[in-house]
């Protein structure tokens, strides 16, 4: 009985060895690959928190610069943030912020620059957007009107539509195209919600070009019942 057994384990050890020595080396290399990734994987995982972690200490900075107001400080400390950390979400939120401050301090061609930059660099159509409409709005104060509209026509994530009208709103206006201006209004006040304050501010626009758009928006039912009945 014993040699029985001890029959039955050798052949078991032959077949083992037998298929081990077939097939051994691609097993070996599946595993290496299958580890490789993993370990990859956990390296990237490790790099990306590493690069938020330190990108979110360079935004504080570039925060306590901005509240400052030095200009010059301000656009080292978002250079340093481009260089570093262009790919993550503080860069963008960096690029707004120190946009808003320059223009703010007057600097229209450093807060230009800065906002080209998240405009044409961020990763984030979200992102993206704001930085061209606010680009748009500092090219309209410099009376740029053409190259604003271009920026507005360059592309704009559709959640946007409603600012981007209006946006392009203001521009016509500023260039004296009433007509045109307050068909833009018009659109951005149709897109937006109702219960936005933004939207009444929209309407101010459209009142001070004698377009009443609450008493149209209830006069265009009324019409369209009035043709129904009459059919």
Same mark, same amino acid.
Do not use: C
């Given at each position: ?92 939120? +960096? /690029? ?5 401050? @320059?223009?703010? *301090? %007057?600097? $229209?061609?450093?807060? &230009? #620059? ?10 984030? +159509? /979200? ?5 061209? @409409?606010?680009? *748009? %709005?500092? $090219?309209?104060?410099? &009376? #740029? ?87």
């Amino acid at each position: 009985m014993a040699n029985h057994l001890d029959l039955e384990e050798q052949e078991q050890l032959d077949e083992i060895k037998h298929f081990w020595k077939q097939y051994g080396n691609a097993i070996t290399w599946v595993l290496i690959v299958v580890l490789g990734v993993y370990a990859a994987w956990n390296g990237y995982q490790y790099w990306q928190r590493n690069q938020a972690a330190q990108a979110a200490a360079m935004f504080d900075e570039v925060e306590k610069v901005a509240r400052e107001g030095d200009a010059d400080k301000m656009q080292r400390a978002f250079n340093d943030m481009k260089d570093r950390f262009a790919s993550t979400a503080y860069a963008p939120q +960096a /690029g707004l912020l120190i946009g808003k401050t @320059l223009y703010e *301090a %007057g600097k $229209l061609d450093a807060a &230009k #620059a800065a906002l080209t930059w998240v405009a044409e660099k961020s990763s984030d +159509a /979200g992102y993206a957007s704001v930085g061209r @409409l606010r680009l *748009a %709005g500092v $090219l309209m104060d410099s &009376k #740029a009107y053409d190259e604003a509209l271009k920026v507005l026509d360059s592309g704009v994530a559709e959640e946007f539509a409603a600012l981007q009208a209006d946006r392009r709103g203001d521009i016509l206006l500023a260039q004296g195209k009433k007509t045109e201006a307050k068909d833009q209004y018009l659109k951005s006040f149709k897109l937006l919600d109702e219960r936005t304050d933004y939207r009444r501010l929209v309407a101010v626009k459209l009142n001070s070009l004698g377009v009443d758009p609450l008493a149209d928006a209830a006069a265009k039912p009324a019409a369209a019942d009035k043709d129904a009945a009459s059919k």
